[in-house]
């Protein structure tokens, strides 16, 4: 009888091996990929010039089509939000809920392999690997917390474990699994080439935004003046894009666009906050998140715009603030010189 497992496929090297490893010894495989919101890849890739290099593609789907496997993207974005807020293990280095994410995840495929008949659950953890959810405590307490118990199998660090029941059971040969552990990515790499993979990919640091020191920063500056801990979905993808600023003092943030794919993607925001744009001279389009702005503090934001287009060395330039879906109204104002813009106000 052909056993079914449901692999959790990041997009990563590691969660492609583990699929690999497993439909070398017969496993019938599907991938499950979860949508937070947070993803790092395919939306800001989209957007940017500066990373028109890199291949626009959800590398999860990639894998999937790499193992020519069905892959089943899941939005969590609502319960996933109890897990960013409200991390029962905290947090890592960042805003990054690791363990409460990985037990929230695997929780969900348990869910999911009961629903659909499927026998058990793999995923791509390498013992040590990241400090936070895959050390050697860590990674008893996911399968005790998600309530998969045994039928979660790490086919690339099984040997350093416990055997799961598809291996006392015999589905699976615990003898062609592996013991990986500790950060380096040698072994990885070298089963890649072995399985014949060449172009996978390597996210730096996390799968997700939320281990990023930048983005952490502007999330926790959002909670901080909201004055609760919440998100919704446009919060998060908008943290992602332009450079945001919150001049001191004042009750508003500006997300600046820094080229033109960027412009173009707060356009589509135009609706729901106020924005400025430069228009005697070209430049970027920004955001206004906060309550409708005043006189005197339209002219601050749109002094600050001013600064990143190209009138920015003009005596004079000229804006147009625009209420959040009302009309236009010009503002003159001479650019801000770099050095009027404390540091402190960058929040990436
Ligand atoms: S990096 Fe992000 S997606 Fe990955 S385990 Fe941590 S919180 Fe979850």
Redesign the pocket.
């Known amino acids: 009888m052909t056993r079914k497992a449901a692999a959790l496929i990041?997009g990563g090297l590691d969660s492609l091996l583990a699929a690999k490893v497993m439909q070398e010894q017969g496993i019938l495989v599907e991938g499950i990929n979860?949508f937070?919101g947070?993803?790092v890849e395919g939306h800001t890739h989209a957007i940017r010039k500066k990373d028109k290099d890199k291949p626009k593609r959800n590398n999860a789907l990639w894998v999937a089509e790499q193992l020519g496997i069905k892959l089943h993207i899941i939005d969590i974005v609502e319960e996933y939000k109890d897990?960013?807020i409200n991390p029962k293990h905290g947090y890592?280095a960042h805003l990054?809920?690791?363990?409460?994410?990985?037990i929230?995840?695997v929780r969900k495929a348990h869910e999911w392999i009961r629903e659909k008949g499927f026998d058990f659950i793999i995923t791509g953890e390498v013992m040590g690997q990241?400090p936070?959810?895959q050390r050697k405590e860590t990674l008893p307490v996911v399968q005790q917390e998600s309530g998969a118990e045994d039928l979660l199998l790490r086919p690339l660090c099984a040997k350093n474990l416990p055997p799961t029941l598809p291996e006392r059971e015999g589905w699976v040969d615990r003898e062609r699994l592996y013991d990986f552990s500790g950060r380096s990515r040698k072994p990885q790499i070298a089963l890649a080439r072995q399985f014949g993979f060449e172009d996978y990919a390597q996210p730096a640091?996390?799968?997700?935004?939320?281990?990023d020191e930048n983005y952490s920063v502007k999330l926790q500056d959002l909670w901080n003046n909201r004055g609760e801990k919440h998100y919704d979905i446009d919060d998060i993808m908008l943290l992602k894009v332009g450079r945001h600023l919150r001049p001191e003092g004042q009750p508003f943030k500006l997300i600046i666009a820094r080229e033109e794919g960027e412009t173009r993607f707060l356009s589509g925001y135009k609706g729901q906050f106020q924005s400025l744009r430069t228009v005697s001279h070209g430049g970027p389009l920004a955001l206004i998140d906060g309550p409708p702005l005043n006189e005197e503090q339209q002219r601050l934001a749109a002094a600050i715009v001013a600064r990143y287009g190209q009138g920015k060395t003009a005596p004079e330039v000229e804006l147009a603030y625009r209420p959040a879906g009302g009309e236009e109204i010009p503002i003159r104002t001479a650019p801000m010189a770099p050095h009027e813009i404390p540091q402190s106000w960058y929040l990436a």
């Open positions: 990041s979860f937070t947070f993803c897990v960013v890592g990054n809920p690791c363990l409460d994410c990985k929230f995840m990241r936070m959810s640091g996390g799968c997700c935004f939320l281990t």
